[in-house]
């Protein structure tokens, strides 16, 4: 913050040669993260803080086609079904204890294995925004909410 208040950085607006209306920057951009009007930081095909972030959930076909034979999870995923919700309700009867000793570990059969970090890895999914904008443009920042809080509880439990 303290360099870009100092000019050190160039607005995106004021980039000839740059069209952020190109499909390989991150669509809307200056709706969606511009300050007063003003975009000091872009996203796209380049940017590496695209892609450190993103998650991936794998499953394994065999296993989910034996416990759940009926559930289509592309399908689920294609119809816009797939929340927090739905993957708790699905895989919360999934794990086995497969060695009897009363401990879940890497050698039993898992429902989940993920971080319970609400802020990072489930944030964007879950509509937990830290910062939005009021109808004058101008930040509102959230910080902590009742949402994050819940989130979190709901991925620790």
């Keep these: 913050m303290p360099a870009s208040q100092q000019g050190l950085f160039a607005e995106g607006g004021n980039l000839a040669h740059v069209h ?3 499909p390989w920057w991150v669509a809307n951009m200056y709706d969606r993260y511009a300050i007063g009007g003003k975009l000091y930081g872009f996203l796209g095909d380049a940017s590496l803080s695209l892609y450190k972030d993103m998650n991936v959930i794998f499953f394994n076909k065999r296993i989910w086609s034996e416990k759940k034979p009926d559930v289509n999870l592309y399908d689920l995923v294609r119809r816009g079904e797939w929340t927090l919700d739905k ?4 895989t919360s009867d999934m794990a086995e204890d497969l060695n009897g000793d009363s401990t879940y570990t890497q050698n039993d059969l898992l429902a989940f294995g993920g971080e319970r970090v609400p802020c990072g890895t489930w ?3 879950l509509g937990l925004d830290v910062i939005t904008l009021d109808t004058s443009g101008a930040p509102i920042v959230h910080g902590m909410t009742e949402r ?3 989130a979190y509880d709901k991925l620790s439990a």
């Design 148 to 150: 994050f809080v819940n």
């Design 123 to 125: 944030q964007t999914s």
């Design 87 to 90: 993957f708790i309700e699905l």
């Design 20 to 22: 952020f209306d190109q």
